[in-house]
């Protein structure tokens, strides 16, 4: 099986996004517990998928003039998203403020993807080249799964939830089988 582009990579961290934030928005008042934990694992992979993004997509971006605009624009669409985590996780997961801010957060996570999905990708992809886009997906790839597995221990969550989601792409990108080891 070939190694996937950034384009393919982005797409199953994106998918992986989503499921959180229907979980997130999903989860009622009366199960604090889960709605931390919907949290605290869409925290974790918008974190790592941003700055590995950042770092393998829009960095490369940046460099041509006709990638500048969408680069910043998305730079700018994280930073909000960051913003909004942090609102999120200073509130009270059994109070009626925290669902209505669940419910924000998700709405602008969705708006960035489909963005990014129908709209960078089609400008960056003039951009680079099939090998760039190649390699680019298998950087991605180790530093999302590097990244998700750094932050994870700094915010002291178990390390085995970190790779919970990881999918087979970045399980073959890795080395790891998602066994016990």
Request: hydrophobic share 35%; proline share 3%; charged share 30%.
């Amino acid at each position: 099986m070939s190694a996937p582009t950034i384009y393919e990579a982005l797409r199953e961290s994106h998918d992986i996004q989503r499921q959180w934030c229907t979980r997130l928005t999903r989860t009622r008042a009366t199960n604090p517990q889960g709605r931390r934990d919907a949290f605290l694992m869409l925290k974790l992979e918008l974190a790592a998928h941003a700055a590995a993004e950042e770092r393998f997509l829009y960095s490369p971006m940046m460099m041509d003039d006709m990638g500048l605009d969408s680069a910043r624009h998305a730079l700018a669409e994280h930073h909000e998203l960051d913003e909004l985590v942090a609102e999120l996780g200073a509130l009270a997961p059994e109070g009626q403020a925290w669902g209505e801010k669940a419910k924000a957060l998700a709405h602008e996570v969705r708006h960035h993807l489909k963005e990014e999905e129908r709209g960078f990708f089609q400008v960056s992809g003039k951009i680079l080249t099939e090998a760039q886009k190649t390699r680019l997906g298998s950087q991605y790839l180790r530093d999302y799964a590097r990244m998700k597995r750094k932050y994870a221990a700094d915010w002291g969550y178990a390390a085995e939830r970190a790779g919970q989601t990881d999918t087979p792409a970045v399980r073959r990108a890795t080395g790891h089988t998602g066994r016990s080891r």
